[in-house]
């Protein structure tokens, strides 16, 4: 009776409880099944922004969801860990053309994300969002955490998250790309349509910020490596749609890649070589337009190589000195984008391995990973208009993945001003010992 009154006490409906866990630490959650419900144009919410350069993806309105356990008509599958965001597969074909003035360019896309369409993560542990009173968290360090809201403010100010995934899209990178943000007027709480300024005056999410938002999104899988690193039958589902977007990605574009059987040992060889080599496309597209990701985590790198969550990307120039120090000649914040890019993949293979997968060699998996990031790095312009060190960039990522990737060392994790060691001092890159000379 004990330890049924603990395991009662332990998933009590608490936004506290949650503010300490982060959306990765999935721990094995079930997939389960939750209602929504529609939101109706013009009553509950009003389009601010729409990307005309997604195409095949119908009217977004049928895409606008909010969690209603009690009355929702709707039914998605709720995945871990996407707490506050929910895909609708099976969509088909979505296209988007770079826009005139930029390189020719075309990406495929196949499912439609919406962001800010409630707090999920109850669902994913077995209870009900309806059960809590409040969506609001404890404040930590940075910020107040509102549970499944997104504040305007996060998509539109100081930039404007369409225009941002535009941006890192027409220039090659693998992303989200976003559609549509829409300003928020009503939504269900506890199956009862309710205006956002009620549940502000009513105490349910914070009066801190004026509005909030949903956004639609397309991706070509939102399945994430954390997703594969972590319970066997998840794994399983989510190696099985990757593969299977990835055919579905040769055939549109028209790659030069055979149908690959996710059965077939080359052919899973194929898969990995090709993952790391577009996942150092994306660095290189990142640091050569001078920008600091901060979030590179297995939560936001999608089983499509994709990068996710990018409004947390920022410049260079946008930043303290600080966070700008410089090490042989590359920022800091570049080489935690390195050294966090090198964990993902080497989630990836730990999944990999726990399928019993052939990935080949992993110093191959470096140099493809490597040959990715040479294609998208112009020397001259990185050193210019970035001052960044071509060559020592290439020498800080090669050295991070052969020490992650290949021998299986532990490089300690920085965030944006450095960890605290145990004499109260910050941890530093040079921690490290690497030996790169200027």
């Not at 990307?51 to 969690?67: H, I, K, S, T, W």
């Not at 590359?330 to 399928?355: E, F, S, T």
Request: aromatic share 10%; proline share 4%; charged share 30%.
């Amino acid at each position: 009776m004990e330890s049924l009154e603990f395991l009662k006490e332990d998933f009590r409906p608490d936004p506290k409880r949650f503010a300490g866990t982060k959306g990765r630490e999935i721990k094995g959650l079930p997939v389960r099944e939750e209602r929504f419900t529609l939101l109706e144009n013009g009553r509950d919410y009003r389009f601010t922004e729409i990307n005309p350069q997604v195409q095949g993806a119908g009217d977004p309105e049928r895409y606008m969801l909010f969690v209603n356990p009690t009355k929702g008509t709707e039914t998605r599958r709720v995945k871990p860990p996407h707490w506050r965001t929910i895909s609708t597969e099976g969509v088909g074909t979505i296209r988007v053309d770079a826009r005139p003035h930029t390189m020719p360019r075309t990406g495929y896309f196949y499912e439609v994300n919406t962001k800010g369409a409630g707090f999920l993560k109850p669902t994913a542990e077995g209870i009900s969002v309806d059960d809590y009173d409040s969506l609001i968290s404890e404040r930590n360090e940075r910020d107040l955490k509102i549970l499944g809201f997104v504040p305007t403010e996060n998509l539109m100010e100081p930039k404007n998250i369409i225009k941002e995934s535009m941006f890192f899209f027409e220039r090659g990178m693998r992303c989200e790309v976003y559609w549509v943000v829409a300003e928020l007027q009503a939504v269900p709480f506890k199956g009862e349509m309710t205006s956002v300024h009620e549940l502000q005056d009513r105490g349910v999410i914070s009066a801190e910020y004026e509005c909030y938002s949903q956004a639609l999104r397309v991706l070509k899988d939102n399945d994430r490596i954390a997703e594969a690193a972590k319970g066997k039958n998840r794994r399983k589902e989510v190696f099985f749609k990757a593969f299977s977007v990835f055919n579905q990605e040769t055939q549109d574009v028209g790659l030069e890649f055979p149908e690959l059987d996710i059965a077939d040992p080359e052919h899973q060889k194929i898969f990995f070589q090709e993952f790391f080599r577009r996942m150092g496309a994306n660095l290189g597209i990142l640091i050569d337009s001078g920008t600091y990701h901060y979030h590179l985590h297995s939560a936001n790198i999608t089983m499509a190589a994709e990068f996710v969550d990018i409004e947390s990307c920022v410049h260079w120039r946008m930043v303290g000195e600080q966070i700008n120090t410089s090490f042989s000649g590359v920022r800091n914040m570049h080489i935690k984008d390195m050294r966090d890019l090198a964990y993902c993949l080497k989630r990836l293979l730990y999944g990999a391995d726990k399928r019993g997968m052939n990935y080949g060699d992993r110093n191959e998996l470096v140099q493809m990973c490597l040959s990715g990031f040479n294609s998208s790095v112009n020397a001259k312009s990185l050193k210019r208009r970035q001052e960044t060190d071509p060559k020592n960039v290439k020498k800080w990522l090669e050295s991070i993945l052969q020490e992650v990737i290949v021998e299986g060392k532990k490089l300690q994790a920085l965030n944006n001003a450095g960890i605290m060691k145990p004499d109260g001092s910050r941890f530093s890159v040079e921690d490290w010992g690497h030996d790169i000379e200027e």
